[in-house]
């Protein structure tokens, strides 16, 4: 992390017969030296051999770690490892985004002490909000996390949107052949994640989950017609685990479920009826979308158009925009079914595009999405893969205009860039160093003579140093390092020591989908106690390892990820009250290092989020 003071370390090995004297350098762009870059050692027979350097982080990037040793006979030998700097700072990343014939104006906000190394600014043109859609899907596709949800969540839009490619001017076959295997392989990892009950929750071990299940079989049935071969006794299970569980769901999850089930091939057009007429002014924008998609999908438009009666009838129109708005004040159901304002007109523009076509409205609720999104996503990957799937269904059904559109691009006053955007080429993106803007406002003036109208997506990506960070966030979030034996507080770490690594989480209220992740600093890495070469280690510390467990609830989560950077807990079900989270780690290198905070938030309500203090971590030489 910037600010980090560490020992670098490599090891020497002599495996001649005789004493050598042995010149080792280091080079490290990014990295400043303290002392000589080049050492000059002597390393005798069949001697092992440390020589160290003391580094201080210039940069904010991944950079390249080379140290090459040459002995005096000539012989020589490199090693060259990438090493990833992270900023000590807060990232913000936003979008603006809109169509416009003519001209429009914008103003570009630049904060006054952003990272300029760290930061980004990118403008992004097009013929067709198409492109916004390939962004969304290249957030998707590199989201660092593999529940049921997000798995899915990646897999259907790129199975949908590699298939739409050609006809979208999107990716084209070089899409097609990159997302092929993902998807391939997230059909594996979906199968995988199949409970005994046939249903799905949010990992592989906790209980089954009504939504959960409904957005797999929806999922995994787009994912067959779009030519994936899909075991059709997975969706069987999963249909009888909804059809067996009807009775239970909330009437709005209900709908959803029958969707799910209807898609899967297993409709069950008496319970659809059922709900119908009994709760079809009870159900939300988006249930109703569902139960509207279900009656379509089993041959029933005439009650399909019914519902979507009712769907416009409830519209809010907001100028040009068209949206329904989704109340996040339902505690359980809204928490358990990851509804907002975003996924529900997504799943009602799909059932207006799929039942009516084209239409004034459709077009209205494609433009609120666009507008809305946040950075390269939609905000959660659920609502992302929702707006993906409606946004594809809607371009698809567009006429592509075939004239060519040019454009002037002018910063500040002054003409930046010109271009013409025609079939073959129909997206421009230009970035734009933060050395040519100015703190405070700076204006884009976007122009074409065209009589298409265009697209922009303007995304800044800004970073800005804070060297501490306080705790802050509705969650309490506490951190402390432990004495694995004693369980005292440690005062000093030394390398090659066992740390206990403690996060104390405090709920003000009951969350569903939580994730508790803690930051390493540089000189810590985390044990895996699953692993054969730690789980001794684990065991003598009092930690119990996979192979001796089998439910997750006696570890208090569903899940955990360890890597290089940091720890992650997954829980389901997060109650209100204090809950404590512990692992190991050993301390391998010597130096000053920052830790930044760990975090507590809800995946899928951005409001439930909490942070502790960042802190500084002195590990010191044996």
């Known amino acids: 992390t910037t600010g980090d003071q560490a020992q670098l370390t490599t090891m020497v090995h002599n495996y001649g017969s005789t004493d050598q004297k042995v010149q080792i350098t280091l080079n490290a762009p990014g990295l400043k030296i303290k002392g000589e870059a080049a050492q000059s050692v002597m390393v005798m027979a069949g001697e092992v051999l440390a020589v160290g350097w003391s580094v201080v982080p210039e940069v904010t990037t991944e950079t390249k770690v080379t140290i090459t040793a040459i002995a005096e ?27 416009f014939n003519g001209a429009v104006t914008l103003t570009l906000p630049v904060l006054p002490d952003i990272m300029p190394e760290a930061s980004a600014v990118t403008l992004k ?3 067709t909000p198409a492109s916004t859609v390939l962004d969304g899907l290249e957030y998707l596709t590199g989201y660092p996390y593999g529940c049921v949800e997000q798995t899915m969540s990646c897999a259907m839009p790129n199975a949908v949107l590699g298939r739409a490619s050609t006809q979208l001017g999107v990716g084209g076959e070089e899409l097609k052949d990159r997302v092929k295997p993902l998807i391939e392989a997230s059909i594996q990892k979906l199968y995988g994640f199949q409970h005994h009950d046939g249903g799905w929750g949010w990992w592989y071990d906790d209980f089954s989950n009504d939504y959960q299940t409904a ?28 059809n067996n569980n009807l009775d239970e769901m909330d009437a709005r ?36 979308a569902a139960l509207a998609l279900t009656l379509h999908q089993l041959g029933d438009d005439q009650r399909a158009i019914i519902v979507l009666d009712l769907l416009e009838k409830n519209v809010v ?60 996503g939609w905000g959660t990957t659920n609502e992302t893969s929702f707006t993906i799937l409606a946004l ?54 976007l122009s074409t003579s065209g009589t298409a109208p265009l697209y922009y997506d303007v995304i800044t990506s800004y970073t800005t140093p804070k060297k501490v960070m306080d705790a802050a966030g509705k969650i309490v979030v506490t951190r402390r390092y432990l004495d694995p034996k004693t369980n005292q507080l440690l005062e000093s770490i030394t390398e090659g020591q066992l740390v206990k690594v403690e996060l104390a989480v405090k ?14 600093p540089g000189g810590l890495e985390a044990l895996n106690e699953s692993l054969n070469s730690t789980t001794q280690d684990a065991v003598n510390y009092g930690f119990d390892y996979y192979e001796e467990r089998f439910f997750w609830q006696d570890y208090g989560y569903n899940y955990k990820e ?54 500084s971590t002195i590990i010191l030489s044996r």
Do not use: C
């Open 253 to 288: 999850t209900r709908a959803y479920a029958l969707y799910g089930m209807a898609l899967a091939g297993h409709g069950n057009l008496d319970s659809i009826y059922t709900l119908m007429d009994a709760s079809l002014n009870e159900l939300d924008p988006f249930s109703q």
């Open 507 to 520: 709920m003000m209220e009951n969350a569903s989908f939580v994730i508790v992740e803690d930051h390493l």
């Open 215 to 242: 957005w797999v079989l929806h999922g995994l049935s787009i994912i067959r017609d779009e030519g994936y071969f899909i075991d059709p006794q997975v969706l069987e299970k999963g249909s009888k685990y909804l």
């Open 392 to 445: 594809t269904d809607y371009l698809s059904g567009q006429q592509e205009q075939s004239s060519s559109s040019d454009f002037t691009f002018d910063l500040n006053g002054k003409t930046y860039s010109t271009g013409t955007l025609e079939t073959g080429n129909l997206f421009a993106n230009i970035d734009i160093p933060i050395e040519q803007l100015h703190p405070g406002a700076n204006t884009i003036k």
């Open 562 to 615: 360890i890597r290089g950077d940091r720890v992650s807990f997954f829980i389901t079900e997060f109650k209100q009250g204090l809950k404590t989270f512990k692992y190991l780690a050993r301390a391998t290198m010597s130096g000053t290092f920052t830790a930044l905070p760990a975090e507590a938030y809800a995946m899928y309500d951005e409001q439930i989020w909490g942070r502790s203090s960042s802190a």
């Open 73 to 99: 006979n000539s012989v020589n030998d490199t090693i060259s490892l990438p090493l990833p700097i992270q900023p000590l700072a807060v990232k913000d990343v936003q979008s603006l985004s809109g169509k």
């Open 125 to 127: 043109l097009s013929r």
């Open 317 to 376: 129109h907001k100028g040009d925009l068209a949206y329904w708005p989704q109340s996040s004040s339902d505690g359980e159901y809204h928490r358990k079914t990851m509804s907002s304002t975003i996924r529900t007109t997504a799943m009602v523009l799909s059932a207006f595009v799929e039942i009516r076509g084209a239409s004034s409205l459709g077009d209205a609720a494609a433009t609120y999405l666009i507008k809305n999104r946040t950075g390269y």
